[in-house]
């Protein structure tokens, strides 16, 4: 399976609802006294849920939920690593491989700029990139959203042999 483009553009996205007593990861990396962190029915990584369906959407692969469903049970608590190497499974079948990651994170509390280099270095593990081809821009919602957590993602894809 290819496409004859060499190159393709994805974009994703994933917010999720901030609540007590839920850890908050992102990138995989597990956010260190976050008061909150993300409702949702797997770990709740917009990171990594937000770049998986970036690279979905590059190759219109539709998105995350149609092979990760929110109602299977199999998929509670699920490590979001598992749907990014899925994903990167995909790519691959397609002779496709990212190129670089672009991310925005809004997220009012906790302040993420000295985590930066941990989610680089876990993003860029997870996605076989160098962290120079991993972009990262942490942004508050200036108090308009206080109870949720939104992350945007834009990915380049190459065509590769073989
Ligand atoms: N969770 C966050 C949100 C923002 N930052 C950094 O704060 C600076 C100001 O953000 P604004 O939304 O007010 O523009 C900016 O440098 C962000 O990198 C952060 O570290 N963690
Ligand atoms: C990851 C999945 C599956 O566990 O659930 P959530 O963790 O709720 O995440 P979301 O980004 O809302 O959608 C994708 C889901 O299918």
């Known amino acids: 399976m290819t496409s004859p483009l060499p190159y393709r553009v994805g974009y994703g996205e994933d917010a ?21 962190g993300a409702v949702a029915h797997s770990d709740g990584d917009a990171v ?30 699920l490590d979001s690593a598992r749907i990014l190497a899925h994903t990167l499974g995909l790519v691959r079948e397609w ?7 672009a991310l925005v994170v809004t997220l009012d509390r ?6 930066r280099s941990d989610i680089a270095r876990s993003l860029s593990a997870l996605l076989n990139l160098p962290e ?29 042999e073989g």
Request: charged residues 15%.
């Open 48 to 77: 990594l849920h937000a770049v998986a369906d970036a690279l979905l959407s590059g190759l219109a692969l539709g998105d995350i939920g149609q092979y990760f469903p929110d109602t299977a049970a199999e998929n509670a608590g």
């Open 110 to 115: 906790p302040k993420l700029g000295a985590l």
């Open 16 to 36: 999720h609802r901030l609540g007590e007593g839920r850890a908050l990861i992102l990138g995989g990396v597990p956010i260190p006294h976050a008061e909150r």
């Open 95 to 101: 002779q496709y491989a990212p190129v670089n990651v």
């Open 132 to 160: 120079t081809e991993v972009g990262l821009s942490f942004k508050t919602s200036e108090g308009l959203a206080p109870d949720h957590v939104q992350v945007r993602a834009t990915v380049l894809l190459a065509r590769v």
